[in-house]
């Protein structure tokens, strides 16, 4: 994906973008927003061990066939969650790794590292090491459905891995960080590219312009020119994918800030890490968590080790706060939430 993070910086360019709200809010004061929001668990640890405790944390236990979604990184991107990390909390739900396939490759000489088709990505994720420690299932691997949408005002449908039907619960398990085209990456990219399948993934970054994907043809501005388009896109997908599980067993979302590039786990030479790991957040309402971890970054202090500055940038750039704002309108989600700290 090295080759697109240009073309998304050229797109940018003349957009009207909106600002990220940069008013410092710190973790106390997030903490006093009242009783009646959203609740956002929080871990200042990242261990497997923390990572249990948080799930629990939710009192919304996992049942069924569960899914675990999450990304398994590009090939040669170091920054992905790692096997070690989550094993405990995939053991404790007897979960699945789930993932679809890429809508993108990484140009010449970086074949190995693709992850756009099955063959490639199953390369990839054994590479990884997930294979070795968990059952991983590739959704769009042999066919893919279409699940309702409430807000069509760019799709009419998400098209999702086909396997998504064989899960009664999901547990979102994102990696906060940057992203290239949609500002960051936490939860609601997470359920809405993440759960698409290839064609799924064309038909939201055009905003129900390409329902059949042209890797050709797709990353050019005629097809992904509308930004605040994809971004409502992407809220509507995620809400889809919420409503398909919420009628099933349950749906959960948990968020690891760590290894936090400007870039993507999608990208398979990202910018190096600049801020210093964080924790875990976890909550039922996907809108609230990724607020709070929006709202996390703002308000970090620049020093020698940890500076907020590019990916603040690169969230302002891409508007990609828009996607928060578009999520809580259509009904998603809250963006008013209280944290609450799990290690007191």
Known sequence: MKNLTVLFATLAVGMLMGCVDKKQTTEKEMEQKGNNEATVYLT???????????????????????????????????????????????YEVNGTIVECNTAYGNGPGDEQDDRNSSENHWRVIERHGFKALFPVDIMDEYDEIRIPVEDQSHIKYDIVGGHMANYDFMIALNHFKGHPMGGYGGALKNLSIGCASQNGKAYIHSAGKMEKLDMDKLWTPEFIGDQDGFLESMAAAA??????????????????????????????????????????????????????????????????????????????????????????????????????????
């Open 44 to 90: 200042r640890e990242i261990t497997p061990e923390s990572l249990v405790r948080i799930y629990k944390a939710l009192g919304v236990p996992a049942q069924g066939r569960v899914a675990v979604k999450m990304s398994t990184g590009e090939g040669s991107n170091p920054n992905y969650l790692k096997p070690e990390l989550i094993k405990d909390l995939v």
């Open 239 to 344: 809400q889809a994918v919420v409503n398909y599980f919420t009628k099933q067993k349950g749906i959960i979302y948990i968020s690891v800030m760590n290894n936090m590039s400007i870039d993507c786990d999608c990208v398979d030479h990202p910018e190096p890490v600049k801020l210093e790991d964080y924790g875990i957040l976890a909550s039922t309402d996907p809108v609230a968590l990724d607020q709070a971890c929006i709202d996390i970054i703002n308000q970090q202090k620049v020093t020698a080790t940890n500076d907020p500055t590019d990916l603040l940038s690169r969230i302002d750039q891409q508007h990609g706060v828009h996607t928060i704002e578009h999520a809580e309108k259509i009904g998603l989600g809250s963006r008013q939430y209280t944290i609450k700290s799990i290690d007191e």
